[in-house]
């Protein structure tokens, strides 16, 4: 895909690109050669650069795509798991130890206080599906195809690449996608909810930019409650957790909740009832 943007590299690693503008953080799967399927080193990369993105100033959204292999015609953003490396108990990575870290991948997109995007350029398939799945928006390309393979190939996921799957487009529509393993054009997805746009290939990236600069436009705080509780909706206690963690941080900004912890340093009672109550 051709850029016209200035992408600068935030931080090097083997099987990802990690680089910023305007704002924006783009997380790149780059292993063109396997349709973008991710191993165990791929997934922790990821994790490292959005956990980069958690903490970094400069970054307010973060935009996750597949690598293009120019001499292709076909298109990839994520194939899933590497089937070259699975073993018994997940894919082994270098170290030899199996492991499914892609799920810890999953929850630091949901728990990220900034929106992500994925940017769909071409196939979206298995893990790679999920991927797109747990983005908050999803961009993509015409050329894009989507679908699972899990009970084809020997996997499923049954946490938020079934239950999320199933809030965006429907328990019977999810059941179809996972019992059946077909494969769905980008016009397709979009009639059933699972993206939010589609865009002819050669604008997908103008697109993605364009709507992570709206985004940078409204007030993070306000992002980060509505994500926060739009999540909370779905993921039970944890997802409580999150939303209840961002009130704690609002009321730290209360002189109520000053009014504590100077009382406290002060070796006196506090006086709550100073401060208006709201009806
Ligand atoms: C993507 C597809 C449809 C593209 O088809 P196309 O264009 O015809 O290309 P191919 O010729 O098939 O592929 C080109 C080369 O790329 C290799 N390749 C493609 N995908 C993979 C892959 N996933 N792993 C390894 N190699 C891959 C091809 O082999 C080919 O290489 P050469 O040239 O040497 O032949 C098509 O490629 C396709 O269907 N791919 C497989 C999709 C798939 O089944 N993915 C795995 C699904 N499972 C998962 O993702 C696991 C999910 C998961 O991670 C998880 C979830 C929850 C809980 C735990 C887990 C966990 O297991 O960790």
Redesign the pocket.
Known sequence: MSTQYDWKPVKEYREILFESCQGVGKITINRP???N?FTPLTVQEMIDAIDHCRYANDINVVVFTGANDPNEA?Q?FC??????I?GVG??VGEDGVPR?N??DLQKRIRSLPKPVVAMVNG?A????H?LHVVCDLTIASENA?FGQ??P??G???G?F?SSYLARHVGQKKAREIWFLCL?YSAQEALDMGLVNKVVPFDQLEEATMEWCLIMQQRSPLALRMVKAGLNAELDGQAGIQELAGNATLLYYFTEEAQEGKKAFLEKRAPDFQQYPKFP
């Open positions: 050669r396997y349709r399927a076909r990839a194939s899933g798991g590497d089937q070259n699975k997940g894919y499914l892609v799920l196939y398939i298995g893990g790679g999920v195809i393979t899990g084809k190939v996997s499923f996921d946490g690449g494969q």
